[in-house]
């Protein structure tokens, strides 16, 4: 049997005529950029998440440096980021101007671990940015206290858990404001590039909104140094058209995810720990075992494609050299990095499908 790692055939199929749809209704107005599609999808979003205002963007990695440049983060200031995250949380702080700051996750839930976070704050922090990793949600309260307790900012990187809750609250409404990427591959995706900014500040909200068209307030009137970076009609009414089936796709992947949970048995294999303040909406599922190359090699030839997320921590990327860490600087970071192996998550995967993933990864010796 072949199982592929993700396919996005299942949800298009059961959605072609609404994406079908979306495309004459934009194409029919011939208007392509801030118009009544983007309108109504920030409304639509912002009532989903459960915040006071949406603002459409170009990506997710745009959504998180708009909310720190948004929020005056700028050369001289730290921002705290987990040591385990996909690149663009860093790279958001860099692009404004400041340093990111690594604190290791917890092991087994991959979230940042808010008990090393004060050790990492000096007079220079203006922020902290948890991410939601995986589709679980970090452990907010603790944050929250610290972030009060320091005077500091909290964007909330909420690309991987559209929908996630922390102790029965939709992640994104915690922060001073949060960033969503609708990059196809996440849980809610558009058919390009695509992200959106939540948050409940008006005055942020208008200045996200001025930042990422060109810094101007009105037509040929610029009061920042903007950028470009606008969610188009297209993108948005693709994404209205796939909004209504999320909360379905995501309980179909914790369906999925449950009978992972339950049903490998490996001593070989750690499972994810799921804490009880939050229901994960499983962007990845995540395992660990200590030969993870040899399990994937292995994975691989039974048919089943996996994934590592991700193979080389931000602090032994290259392009952060400049920052002079070396092997062990962040040694569970490194840890996630040489043991992780991402299984088969995505809204369609047949119960056939998951038997196989589970009975092969159960005979993995
Ligand atoms: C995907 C992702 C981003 C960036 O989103 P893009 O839309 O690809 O720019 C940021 N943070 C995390 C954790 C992500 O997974």
Redesign the pocket.
């Known amino acids: 049997m072949k199982v592929p790692f993700v396919s996005f055939v299942p949800m298009e199929n059961e959605l072609n005529e609404q994406l079908r749809d979306a495309f004459e209704r934009v194409f029919s107005r011939s208007w392509y950029i801030d118009g009544a599609e983007d309108d109504l999808f920030e409304k639509e979003f912002a009532i989903y998440i459960g915040v006071k205002y949406c603002i459409g963007v170009g990506?997710?990695?745009?959504a998180?440096m708009l909310c720190l440049k948004a929020l005056g983060i700028e050369e001289g200031d730290e921002v705290i980021v987990p040591s385990n995250?996909?690149i663009?949380?860093a790279l958001a702080v860099t692009y404004v101007g400041a340093k990111p700051v690594f604190v290791e996750p917890i092991i087994d839930t991959f979230n940042i671990d808010p008990s090393k976070i004060e050790a990492a704050i000096n007079e220079h922090t203006k922020a902290i940015m948890p991410?939601h990793?995986y589709g679980q949600a970090c452990d907010m309260d603790p944050i929250m206290d610290i972030a009060k307790k320091y005077d500091l900012k909290i964007v909330e990187?909420c690309?991987?858990a559209h929908g996630a809750t922390y102790k029965g609250r939709k992640v994104g409404t915690f922060g001073d404001a949060a960033?969503f990427?609708?990059?196809p591959g996440?849980n809610l995706g558009a058919l390009g590039?695509a992200?959106a900014v939540v948050t409940n500040n008006k005055e942020l909200a208008d200045k996200v909104r001025a930042l990422g068209n060109y810094g101007s307030d009105f037509k040929y009137h610029h009061i920042y140094k903007g950028n470009n970076s606008r969610l188009d009609e297209l993108q948005a009414a693709f994404l209205l058209a796939k909004l209504p089936l999320l909360d379905k796709m995501n309980a179909e992947r914790r369906r999925i995810a449950n009978r992972y949970l339950q049903e490998i048995k490996n001593d070989k294999i750690q499972l994810p720990l799921v804490p009880n303040y939050t229901v994960p909406v499983w962007h990845i599922f995540a395992i660990r075992c200590n030969e993870r190359d040899r399990l994937g090699a292995y994975l691989d030839n039974e048919g089943i494609c996996t994934n590592k997320h991700y193979p080389i921590p931000i602090h032994l990327q290259d392009c952060y050299s400049e920052l002079g860490y070396g092997m062990g600087a962040f040694p569970i970071a490194e840890e996630i990095s040489n043991t992780e192996l991402s299984i088969p998550m995505y809204y369609g995967l047949t119960n056939e499908e998951v038997t196989y993933v589970i009975d092969r990864i159960n005979s993995f010796k």
């Open positions: 990506n997710g990695l745009d998180l995250t996909y663009a949380t991410v990793l990187d690309a991987q960033g990427s609708f990059y996440k590039d992200g």
